[in-house]
């Protein structure tokens, strides 16, 4: 079985050799590999059974560093890197030419973010190369929020996972890049919109459904646990089915009642950044639990809830 462990010199090293080794981030926990080495970003897309045309993040430790790999082109994305990095923010930018092609499935533009983790910027600073690291999950799979989802799952593909505990946000980044002059929010993320416009104003969301290769990241049917997952009111589904073969997520006050349910409450107190962090590891559990099917409702579409609404929805599409 994998390493787990809290040791950034063994991780340099084996990311520095062509392995792979399990991050931790403040978002999820993300699957690196040295994003100048084609051969070692190559057997990421294969741990994950990752399509070529979904293209990775590079991680880096500064915006400086950031600037090595690619061009800014535009004040407003520094403006947001130098209010928001280290944080939950990717940004689009104009790719360099010594980042290799594979990572960015051929795109002009790469992915690039400086996580919020004191553990991976000690990496990122011993290893002094980008790290490409989408998250360390199967792909399509709901993203892992703690070394041990991580070791369950890709444990027999990846040299070492990094303990960094658990996740401190539990949503994945924010992504946003500029096009036809526009802030253009491609992912919603731990970073909410509201902030972003508290920065710069208003910003487009372009937050894509499709199989579009050229909208990478929205596929459809994402973050889906195995089993089936239905939206709607608790109280509504659990007229529709038998509450023992449900396992519930909900959020803030439970008016039902469900006889040999499980319910998984995301934050009794309505706390959406409480829901965040929990949702990943709620939809796990659901779906391993000896119920048929997953219930949940959809939480308050303001700030962190955007995120998670469109994370339930996508893991709801079958
Ligand atoms: O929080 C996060 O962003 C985590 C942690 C590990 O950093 N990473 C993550 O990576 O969620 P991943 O690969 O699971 O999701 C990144 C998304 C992908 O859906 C990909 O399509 C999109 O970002 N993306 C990456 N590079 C892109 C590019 N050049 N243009 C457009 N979209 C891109
Ligand atoms: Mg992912």
Known sequence: MVEIGINTDTAAQILLNGGLVAIPTETVYGLAANALNEKAVLSVFEAKQRPFFDPLIIHVFSIEKAMEYAEFNDERLEKLAKTYWPGPLTLLLTKKKNIPGIVTSGLERVAVRVPDHSLTLDLLKKVDVPLAAPSANPFGYVSPTEPKHVQKQLGDK??????????????????????????????????????????????????????????????????????????????????????????????????????GATVFNLSPNSDLKEAALNLFRFLRLADESEHEMIICELLPDKGLGRAINDRLKRAAVT
């Open 158 to 259: 990846i040299h070492y996972i990094l303990d960094g505990g658990n996740c401190k946000v539990g949503l994945e980044s924010t992504i946003v890049g500029i096009e036809d002059g526009c802030v253009c929010v491609y992912r919603l993320g731990g970073l909410p919109i509201e902030e972003l416009e508290k920065t710069l104003g208003e910003v487009k969301l372009l937050i894509n459904n499709s199989s579009d290769p050229k909208a990478p990241g929205q596929l459809k049917n994402h973050y889906a646990p195995q089993k089936k997952i239905v939206i709607g009111t608790i109280a509504g589904l659990l007229k529709l089915n038998d509450p023992a073969k449900t396992a519930i997520i909900c959020y803030g006050s439970e008016d039902f009642k469900a006889p």
